[in-house]
């Protein structure tokens, strides 16, 4: 019954959250969706930092995002409490981007330089990417990370349950969001 009841809170139309998802909605068309989990703690002027960068991409118009503590043993699954002691915290950070272009952004194509081993002898070869991977390699040079930090770009379908899962963390003393635009 206690879940239930948790359940209509969380998904009741008149709620909060519902209307702080409606504004952020509101606020810009948001087109893909990501996220970063780093192997270090992001601290809120670093996850700014970050933000910044994104919307220094010439096809980036805006950009919100949100902090989220993992929960301990998230990243070995388990509750053993020797890992959870040489576990750090750490954390990851969803963001929502609304692109200028939205059809330029879905038909780019970029030539990157792709390492490859095979039998021990590792080559550089020279691929091409398209679509939303080579949209995902410009916010990754942009932001001036690992490219293995940086999630699938993946575009929006339902913009008000997305930003609700994003914002379900907003609770916490510790959560962080911040918003970015041209």
């Known amino acids: 019954m206690n879940t239930l009841r948790k359940l209509k809170r969380?998904?009741?139309?008149?709620?909060?959250?519902?209307?702080?998802?409606?504004s952020i909605v509101n606020l810009r068309r948001w087109h893909f969706t990501s996220y970063m989990r780093t192997h270090f703690y992001l601290k809120p002027h670093t996850a700014d930092k970050y933000a910044k960068?994104?919307?220094?991409?010439n096809l980036v118009e805006s950009v919100y995002y949100t902090?989220?503590?993992?929960?301990?043993?998230?990243?070995?699954?388990?509750?053993?409490?020797?890992?959870?002691?040489?576990?750090?915290?750490?954390?990851?950070?969803?963001?929502?981007?609304?692109?200028?272009?939205?059809?330029?952004?879905?038909?780019?194509?970029?030539?990157?330089?792709?390492?490859?081993?095979r039998n021990g002898v590792v080559k550089y070869v020279n691929k091409q990417l398209c679509?939303?991977?080579?949209?995902?390699?410009?916010?990754?040079?942009?932001?001036?990370?690992?490219?293995?930090a940086v999630g699938d770009i993946q575009?929006?379908?339902?913009?008000?349950?997305?930003?609700r899962y994003v914002n379900k963390n907003m609770n916490?003393?510790?959560a962080h969001h911040n918003f970015y635009f041209n």
Do not use: C, Q, W
Not at 15 to 21: E, G, I, L, R
Not at 77 to 98: A, E, V, W
Not at 131 to 148: C, Q, W
Not at 156 to 163: A, D, P, Q
């Open 131 to 148: 679509g939303l991977d080579a949209f995902r390699e410009t916010l990754v040079n942009s932001i001036k990370i690992n490219s293995s």
């Open 67 to 117: 902090l989220e503590n993992d929960s301990d043993g998230l990243l070995y699954g388990t509750s053993d409490t020797y890992l959870k002691k040489i576990n750090k915290r750490i954390n990851h950070m969803h963001f929502l981007i609304g692109v200028n272009d939205l059809n330029y952004v879905t038909n780019m194509s970029i030539p990157v330089k792709k390492k490859e081993e």
């Open 172 to 174: 916490n003393p510790g």
């Open 155 to 163: 575009p929006i379908l339902y913009e008000r349950r997305l930003i």
């Open 53 to 57: 960068r994104i919307l220094s991409n």
């Open 10 to 22: 969380i998904y009741n139309p008149k709620s909060k959250d519902t209307f702080y998802a409606d």
